[in-house]
C-alpha cells in the first residue's frame, strides 16, 4: 500500500531528528527475516534505547544529505531500516549482535558516527567497542597491573630473605 504524502512527511522528519539529534545511526539492510524474530530484535534494541525503523531509500537519502553530515552517504542495496540512539556504540553493537544471531538477514550497511558517514567496514568496526562497564574494567585493571607486579616481586624478595634466614 502506497504511502500518503502526509506519511512521508512524518517519516521524513523523524529521519531528519534521526540524523541532527542522535550519537550514532545504523543504516541496516534485512531481507527474509521472519516477523517474530523482527518484533523480538524491535522489543530488546527499544530495551537497550534504540529506535528502530524502515523508511524508503528515497526519504532516508533526503533526510541525510540535508542534514549537514559530512562525506558521502554509504550505498544502499535492498531492504533498509534505521537505527540509531543516545549512546554513540550501542545501535552499532547492538545490530551487530542480531546480524550473527541472524546470519544472511540482517546486515550492517554503514551509518553516520560523529557526524560523518561510515562505510559498512567502519560501522562494523564500531560494533566491535565492548560497552563502556568493560572498558572501565580494562582500564582499572591496566591501572592496576604494574601495582600487583610490584606487590608480586616484594613477595617473592620477602620469601627469599626468610630462607636464608
Do not use: C, W
Not at 57 to 77: C, H, Q, T, V, Y
Not at 139 to 149: D, K, T
Amino acid at each position: 500500500m502506497a504511502k500518503t504524502r502526509e506519511q512521508k512527511e512524518v517519516i521524513l522528519k523523524e529521519l531528519q531528528d534521526a540524523a541532527s539529534g542522535s550519537e550514532s545511526v545504523v543504516f541496516v539492510g534485512f531481507h527474509g527475516l521472519p516477523v517474530a524474530n523482527a518484533t523480538e530484535m524491535r522489543r530488546e534494541l527499544s530495551d537497550k534505547g534504540v529506535s528502530y525503523f524502515v523508511a524508503k531509500k528515497s526519504l532516508i537519502r533526503r533526510a541525510f544529505s540535508d542534514s549537514g553530515i559530512s562525506g558521502d552517504i554509504p550505498e544502499l542495496p535492498g531492504e533498509v531500516a534505521v537505527a540509531y540512539g543516545s549512546d554513540p556504540v550501542v545501535p552499532a553493537s547492538s545490530i551487530n549482535a542480531f546480524a550473527k544471531k541472524y546470519k544472511e538477514k540482517i546486515t550492517i550497511l554503514g551509518g553516520v558516527f560523529e557526524k560523518r558517514f561510515m562505510d559498512k567496514a567502519e560501522m562494523s568496526d564500531i560494533a566491535t567497542i565492548p560497552p563502556l562497564e568493560v572498558l572501565y574494567g580494562q582500564f582499572v585493571g591496566l591501572i592496576n597491573s604494574p601495582i600487583a607486579r610490584f606487590v608480586v616481586s616484594l613477595n617473592e624478595i620477602a620469601k627469599k630473605r626468610e630462607a636464608r634466614a
